[in-house]
T-cell receptor, first 115, second 115 residues
Framework: GENVEQHPSTLSVQEGDSAVIKCTYS??????FPWYKQELGKRPQLIIDIRSNVGEKKDQRIAVTLNKTAKHFSLHITETQPEDSAVYFCAPFLYSGGGADGLTFGKGTHLIIQP | DGGITQSPKYLFRKEGQNVTLSCEQNLNHDAMYWYRQDPGQGLRLIYYSQIVNDFQKGDIAEGYSVSREKKESFPLTVTSAQKNPTAFYLC??????????????FGEGSRLTVL
């Protein structure tokens, strides 16, 4: 199965600064690269994803960049705000439009926004 | 409202008892998953199912059982063989063939405490 690692496990940044979280994976066949956000006591929700035919995708203050050669992708959050405080998970896999692979999540990154 | 419903939200169990967690979805999704979440451990896959009457073990299936008799339902039984069952359990689903996204949709979770 996929071996997924996230770094760092905890990240503390000043409000307004940028945050970057990295996810490395082992399966070179993976072609779908999502990031989920889980606020305290709530369910994880997708915030951004990218397919392997794209190197970067941006949605307002968040972006994801992909390096397939090196097998890693990163979540970038700019102009951080208090509501960005949460745990972020990556879960890369081979998406074929059907079936259900055993989706493996990273262990998560706890992002803390300091006022 | 379309979505995934988990019940109960909170559950207390005595040691040696089996307990079943319910997961129902009305999203017409083919794939369903059960994850266990412990503090600092991220999301660990217990079982997953692609279609009715078919399911596969995930990374930590020991002490758990599932069934998939209907497309909408994927209940998880935590048996007395599970040595450390106190945890937060999350059910998720994903669209199958024809879906244009690999996004996982999560329920609100069930928190099980063994007394």
């Amino acid at each position: 199965g996929e071996n997924v690692e996230q770094h760092p496990s905890t990240l503390s940044v000043q409000e307004g600064d940028s945050a970057v979280i990295k996810c490395t994976y082992s399966d070179s066949a993976s072609n779908y690269f999502p990031w989920y956000k889980q606020e305290l006591g709530k369910r994880p929700q997708l915030i951004i994803d990218i397919r392997s035919n794209v190197g970067e995708k941006k949605d307002q203050r968040i972006a994801v960049t992909l390096n397939k050669t090196a097998k890693h992708f990163s979540l970038h959050i700019t102009e951080t705000q208090p509501e960005d405080s949460a745990v972020y998970f990556c879960a890369p896999f081979l998406y074929s439009g059907g079936g259900a692979d055993g989706l493996t999540f990273g262990k998560g990154t706890h992002l803390i926004i300091q006022p | 409202d379309g979505g995934i419903t988990q019940s109960p939200k909170y559950l207390f169990r005595k040691e040696g008892q089996n307990v079943t967690l319910s997961c129902e979805q009305n999203l017409n999704h083919d794939a369903m998953y059960w994850y266990r979440q412990d503090p600092g451990q991220g999301l660990r896959l217990i079982y997953y199912s692609q279609i009715v009457n078919d399911f596969q073990k995930g990374d930590i299936a020991e002490g758990y059982s599932v069934s998939r008799e209907k497309k909408e339902s994927f209940p998880l039984t935590v048996t007395s063989a599970q040595k450390n069952p106190t945890a937060f359990y999350l059910c998720a689903s994903r669209g199958g063939a024809g879906a244009n996204t690999g996004e996982l949709f999560f329920g609100e979770g069930s928190r099980l405490t063994v007394l």
